[in-house]
C-alpha cells in the first residue's frame, strides 16, 4: 500500500471510530451488500433445482409428486458433489479436521473475525445441498454471507472488536430481513441471534443495515419469502391458552428434532465408520421419502404456503410433520450443510394447523382457526430451534400486520423459549457447537474468556524445593516469613505438591523427617491452557488458596492464587461489559 493510499485508510478509520454517523453509513452499505447476495444465492439454489427436478414456477416443496423417479437420483448425486468439495477441501487444509467459522462462533469467541475461505466454503455447500434438495434451508449461508462480507469490511477498516461484532450482526440480520421482507425481523436477528445482546451504540446501524437489505430486494422488484393472510379479530382467552400448550408442544418438537441429528449423526459415523461418504448415504436415505412427498424436500417455502391455502387434513399434516422431521435430520446428520431456520418454520405451521383442526375436531364450543396457529406455531417452533423470541414476533408482525394476533404469537413463543432453555438450554446453532466441544451457550461475547488462561495470568517468582528434602534442610531453605508456600518437585522439575510453610515449622516435627508429608494438592494442579471457568472450578472443587501451573510435561511454571484469578476475572467481565455498552 502505497503512502496516499494508507493515509486515506488511516483517516477513514480514524472518521469510522470517531463518528457515528459514519458507522451507521457504513452499516448500511453492509446491508445493501447483504440484501444482493441473498438474491445471488437465492437465485442459483433454486436455478439447481430448475435444473434437477424441473421445477418452473411453484417451490420444489410445492410439487404435488415428482414427475420422474430418476430425478430423485439429485439426492445422492448432490451427496456426491459435497464429498468431492470436502476432498478438495482436505487437501487444502488440515485433512479434512477443519471447520469453517460460522457467524454466530465468530462473535462469541473469535471478536467478530471470519476467515473469507469460511464464507465461501459454507455458501457453497449450503447452495449445493439446497439444490439438490436436501431438507435444509438457505438462511444459514444468507446470514453467513452478509456477516462475513461486514466481517471483512471490518477487518480492513480495523475497526475495534465492539464495533466488529456490531457490523457482523448488522449482516447477518440484514440478509435475513431482505430475505423476508422484514427489517425488523432481521435487525432482532442480528440483535438476538448474531450479537447476543442489545445496546443503544448498536440500534441505529444494525436498523440501518436490515432496512438498506430489504430495500434493495424491494427495489429489484423481489417478493419476500413469507406472506400469510389472516383475519383481523379480537382473539380471545382461549387462543391463548391454546397458545401455551402450542409452545409446548413446539418446544419439545424442537429438542427432540435437535436431539435425534446428534445421534442420527454418530449412527452414521458408525454404520459409515466416519466416511466421507455419508452424505451420498444420506442422499440414498432421502430418495423414498421424497417419493412418499416432496412437501418433505428442500427447506420448505412452497409447501408451507400450500398447506395453508389447502387446509389438509390432520392425518395428512401429521404425516408430513414426521417425514420433514425425518428428512432434515438424515440430512443434516449425513453431512449436508445448511440450517433449520425456514425448515422449522415449516415444522411449526404443521403442527400449528394440526393442533387447531384437532381442537376443532373435539368441539370444545371454541373455533380455532388454523392459519393462525399456523403462524402461532411457527413462531414458537423456530423459538426453540433457532431462538429470538422478539424476532419471530416481528416477523409474524411485519407478514401479516394483524396487531392482535402479535400477543398469541408472543405468548407460545416465550413458552417455548423458555422450555427449551430450562430443559435443554441451547439453539440449534450452540448445540451443534457444543457437540463439537466448544462451550458456547450464546452469541455473547466470550472470547475474552477462553484468552483468560492460567500461563497468562500465573505468578512467575516461585519457589522450589526438591521432594528428597528433609523437613530440617526446607527450614534453612525457606526461613519462616521468606514465602507462604514452596513447591515441591523432582529431579526432573515435574510437580510432586506445595508444602505450606508453617507447617514445616511445626515444633512436634523431627527436623531429620522427609517434607514429602507435608505436600498437600500432589495431585491438583493448573495446565497452563486452563481457562478461567474451569480454573475457578478447580479451587472451588479442591478448597485450595493456590494452585501451581504445570506443562504438558508436568513440570512447574507458576503458581496462581485464588484470589488474583477471581479479580482479574471480575476485570475481565467489566471490560467486557464497557466494549459491548459504553462504545459504537
Given at each position: 500500500m502505497n503512502r496516499p493510499v494508507r493515509t486515506v485508510a488511516v483517516r477513514v478509520r480514524r472518521w469510522l471510530r470517531e463518528s457515528e454517523a459514519a458507522f451507521i453509513l457504513l452499516a448500511a452499505i453492509v446491508g445493501s451488500a447483504a440484501g444482493t447476495a441473498t438474491l445471488a444465492q437465492g437465485w442459483l439454489a433454486h436455478a439447481m433445482q430448475q435444473v434437477l427436478y424441473g421445477v418452473k414456477i411453484n417451490r420444489l416443496s410445492a410439487l404435488t409428486a415428482i414427475a420422474h423417479p430418476w430425478r430423485l437420483l439429485a439426492l445422492p448425486l448432490g451427496g456426491l458433489l459435497l464429498v468431492l468439495m470436502g476432498r478438495w477441501m482436505a487437501r487444502r487444509g488440515d485433512g479434512g479436521n477443519w471447520a469453517p467459522v460460522d457467524v454466530v462462533e465468530a462473535n462469541a469467541l473469535h471478536g467478530g473475525r471470519i476467515p473469507a475461505g469460511d464464507n465461501v466454503v459454507i455458501a457453497a455447500q449450503t447452495i449445493v445441498s439446497n439444490g439438490c434438495g436436501a431438507s435444509v434451508g438457505l438462511e444459514a449461508t444468507y446470514a453467513q454471507m452478509g456477516g462475513?462480507?461486514?466481517?471483512?469490511?471490518?477487518q480492513q477498516l480495523n475497526l475495534r472488536r465492539a464495533d466488529l461484532r456490531t457490523l457482523v450482526g448488522a449482516g447477518a440480520g440484514a440478509a435475513v430481513g431482505a430475505a423476508f421482507g422484514s427489517p425488523l425481523a432481521g435487525a432482532f436477528y442480528a440483535f438476538e441471534i448474531v450479537i447476543g445482546s442489545y445496546s443503544i451504540a448498536a440500534v441505529a446501524p444494525v436498523i440501518a443495515a436490515s432496512l438498506a437489505g430489504v430495500l434493495v430486494l424491494r427495489w429489484l422488484g423481489v417478493e419476500p419469502y413469507l406472506v400469510a393472510a389472516t383475519v383481523n379479530r379480537a382473539r380471545t382467552v382461549f387462543d391463548y391458552g391454546a397458545a401455551v400448550a402450542l409452545g409446548l408442544i413446539c418446544a419439545g418438537l424442537g429438542i427432540v428434532v435437535m436431539r435425534l441429528v446428534t445421534l442420527a449423526e454418530r449412527a452414521f459415523?458408525?454404520?459409515?465408520?466416519?466416511?466421507?461418504?455419508?452424505?451420498?448415504?444420506?442422499?440414498?436415505?432421502?430418495?423414498?421419502?421424497?417419493?412418499?412427498?416432496?412437501?418433505?424436500?428442500?427447506?420448505?417455502?412452497?409447501?408451507?404456503?400450500?398447506?395453508?391455502?389447502?387446509?389438509?387434513?390432520?392425518?395428512?399434516?401429521?404425516?408430513?410433520?414426521?417425514?420433514?422431521?425425518?428428512?432434515?435430520?438424515?440430512?443434516?446428520?449425513?453431512?449436508?450443510?445448511?440450517?433449520?431456520?425456514?425448515?422449522?418454520?415449516?415444522?411449526?405451521?404443521?403442527?400449528?394447523?394440526?393442533?387447531?383442526?384437532?381442537?376443532?375436531?373435539?368441539?370444545?364450543?371454541?373455533?380455532?382457526?388454523?392459519?393462525?396457529?399456523?403462524?402461532?406455531?411457527?413462531?414458537?417452533?423456530?423459538?426453540?430451534?433457532?431462538?429470538?423470541?422478539?424476532?419471530?414476533?416481528?416477523l409474524t408482525l411485519e407478514t401479516t400486520h394483524d396487531f392482535s394476533l402479535m400477543g398469541v404469537v408472543m405468548t407460545a413463543a416465550l413458552i417455548a423459549s423458555a422450555v427449551t432453555r430450562e430443559t435443554f438450554g441451547y439453539s440449534f446453532s450452540t448445540w451443534r457447537l457444543h457437540v463439537r466441544g466448544s462451550d458456547i451457550r450464546s452469541p455473547r461475547d466470550i472470547g475474552w474468556m477462553l484468552s483468560l488462561t492460567a500461563e497468562r495470568i500465573m505468578r512467575r517468582d516461585f519457589v522450589t524445593v526438591p521432594h528428597t528434602m528433609t523437613i530440617g534442610q526446607f527450614r534453612e531453605t525457606v526461613p519462616l516469613g521468606s514465602a507462604s508456600k514452596a513447591v515441591m518437585v523432582n529431579a526432573a522439575g515435574v510437580y510432586q505438591g506445595i508444602v505450606p510453610t508453617?507447617?514445616?515449622?511445626?515444633?512436634?516435627?523431627?527436623?531429620?523427617?522427609?517434607?514429602?508429608?507435608?505436600?498437600?494438592?500432589?495431585?491438583?494442579?493448573?495446565?497452563?491452557?486452563?481457562?478461567?471457568k474451569p480454573m475457578l472450578s478447580a479451587f472451588d472443587d479442591d478448597g485450595a488458596d493456590e494452585l501451581a501451573v504445570v506443562d504438558d510435561h508436568g513440570r512447574v511454571i507458576g503458581v496462581l492464587s485464588e484470589s488474583y484469578a477471581r479479580r482479574r476475572y471480575l476485570e475481565e467481565i467489566e471490560a467486557a461489559q464497557k466494549r459491548m455498552f459504553g462504545e459504537g
Open positions: 462475513g462480507m461486514a466481517s471483512l469490511l471490518g459415523q458408525v454404520a459409515t465408520r466416519s466416511s466421507q461418504w455419508r452424505p451420498v448415504l444420506g442422499g440414498a436415505l432421502l430418495m423414498p421419502i421424497a417419493w412418499i412427498t416432496p412437501q418433505a424436500l428442500s427447506a420448505g417455502h412452497g409447501a408451507l404456503h400450500l398447506d395453508l391455502m389447502t387446509r389438509p387434513p390432520v392425518q395428512f399434516l401429521v404425516l408430513v410433520l414426521g417425514l420433514k422431521i425425518l428428512a432434515s435430520v438424515i440430512s443434516l446428520a449425513s453431512g449436508f450443510r445448511g440450517g433449520l431456520f425456514f425448515a422449522s418454520l415449516f415444522l411449526g405451521s404443521l403442527a400449528g394447523q394440526a393442533f387447531a383442526e384437532a381442537l376443532n375436531l373435539a368441539h370444545l364450543g371454541v373455533e380455532f382457526d388454523p392459519t393462525d396457529f399456523a403462524l402461532v406455531g411457527m413462531a414458537a417452533m423456530c423459538v426453540s430451534v433457532i431462538g429470538g423470541p422478539m424476532t419471530l414476533a416481528l508453617p507447617a514445616a515449622y511445626d515444633p512436634t516435627l523431627d527436623p531429620a523427617d522427609p517434607i514429602a508429608p507435608l505436600a498437600r494438592q500432589t495431585t491438583i494442579m493448573l495446565l497452563a491452557d486452563t481457562a478461567i
